[in-house]
């Protein structure tokens, strides 16, 4: 870590402009190859320097990324997962695509072949919880408060109450939320996206962030697409415009339709199953 | 929303490696494909930063352009989104920069 002297005194030069803290640039340090800056300031050249018009006090470089604490932790949480064979699922959508219905159903007509539990994640309630829990399923609900997705951190202490056995598969049904959740690395083995026919085909194009972080992207609600001017074709163009790697599956999770489809990876996912 | 989650991570990263410092100004990076709006985390910051060491810290934000590299006729180009194609038709194509999420520095008083 560099310390305070440092970055003041002579590893480079700090600069400030305007009411901003400097810092020293290029390499004197290691920072993954990227520079630590943008270059919209000027640089000096040659010696090193410090501004005559200083500001009181000094600059301590960091460069640290924002999200070190929960990658660190989600680091942790895959190798507390891969020590005990244990997959796990994290399912995101937005709000109403039909994410427990599928949970539910999969359950119904899988849960045993694959020893799956679930962990809820919602705001506030219950009831996820609750829905799954009538399947005879194992489950644990994380209610985040004001929060819109789950962490690491929240993913360990689920993980920990959930108490999953060696071998098994565990989905994660994460808040409803397209934007959020594609940011926080849970520690998860396969991410899925769903998505409901009633969302458009344009879905994916509108949240690149979180298509692009698929694994999987199920199109569900296929049951409505007579009553609907969306075309399945279009939407998975458009999936693989911002995700060429994407697998997808088109279901009705209510109907039992492309269910099979669904079933095999999740089957892929846990060996021996 | 997620920049109050990004707020406070930024909060704790510095309170926890200069735990007695009072900070006057932080620089961050927020690459333009980072998925944060600066706007909203200026907002989040102002909040959880108060009671803190960095209450009433600037929040100096730098927001580096995206850029993409395509492995297929191996050029460098500009991205303005998450759309990752190249020009020469090839989707093989990763990003450089610009979805970056740094803490550089801090002022310390």
Same mark, same amino acid.
């Given at each position: ?24 640039? +290029? !390499? &004197? @340090? =290691? #920072?993954?190859?990227?520079? *630590? %800056? +943008? !270059? &919209? @300031? =000027? #640089?000096?050249?040659?010696? *090193? %320097?410090?501004?005559? @018009? ?73 009831l ?29 202490r ?9 071998g098994?598969l ?34 994916p ?10 694994d ?58 | ?10 909060v ?21 494909l ?44 500009a ?31």
């Amino acid at each position: 870590m560099v310390s305070p002297a440092d970055a003041v005194a002579g590893a480079g030069h700090t600069h400030d402009h305007g009411p901003a803290p400097g810092h020293a640039p +290029d !390499n &004197d @340090h =290691a #920072h993954g190859g990227r520079s *630590p %800056h +943008d !270059n &919209d @300031h =000027a #640089h000096h050249d040659g010696n *090193p %320097h410090v501004h005559a @018009h200083e500001q009181d006090g000094h600059i301590v470089l960091l460069e640290q990324r924002v999200l070190a604490k929960n990658d660190l932790q989600a680091q942790r949480n895959r190798a507390w997962l891969s020590e005990r064979r244990i997959c796990v699922v994290n399912l995101m959508s937005a709000p109403g695509s039909g994410k427990t219905t599928l949970l539910e159903r999969t359950i119904r007509e899988l849960g045993t072949r694959l020893g799956l539990s679930v962990i809820e994640g919602d705001q506030e309630t219950l009831l996820d919880a609750e829905r799954i829990r009538a399947t005879g399923c194992q489950v644990v609900q994380i209610n985040t408060g004001a929060g819109c997705h789950l962490d690491a951190e929240m993913m360990e202490r689920g993980l920990r109450e959930l108490d999953p056995a060696a071998g098994s598969l565990v989905i994660v049904e994460n808040v409803g939320n397209l934007v959020c959740p594609a940011l926080f690395d849970l520690g998860e083995t396969y991410r899925v996206v769903v998505t409901a026919v009633t969302e458009g085909a344009d879905k994916p194009l509108k949240y690149p962030q979180m298509f692009r972080g698929a694994d999987l992207v199920v199109l569900n609600k296929a049951d409505l697409l007579p009553y609907l001017d969306v075309e399945a074709a279009h939407f998975a163009a458009n999936v693989s415009l911002v995700n060429p790697g994407a697998d997808m599956v088109t279901v009705s999770a209510t109907r039992g339709d492309g269910m099979t489809a669904w079933y095999d990876r999740l089957a892929a996912l846990v060996p021996g199953s | 929303m997620h920049e109050l989650a990004i707020a406070q991570s930024v909060v704790d990263a510095v309170a926890e490696r200069l735990p007695d410092a009072r900070i006057t100004c932080v620089a961050l990076e927020v690459g333009k494909l980072s998925g944060i709006a600066p706007d909203a985390l200026r907002f989040c910051f102002e909040l959880v930063a108060s009671d803190t060491g960095l209450a009433g810290a600037a929040l100096e934000i730098s927001e580096p352009a995206g850029l993409a590299r395509c492995e297929t006729c191996r050029t460098e180009f500009a991205l303005d989104s998450l759309i990752l194609l190249c020009r020469c038709g090839s989707a093989d194509v990763h990003v450089v920069s610009g979805d970056q999420l740094l803490i550089n520095s801090v002022r310390v008083a």
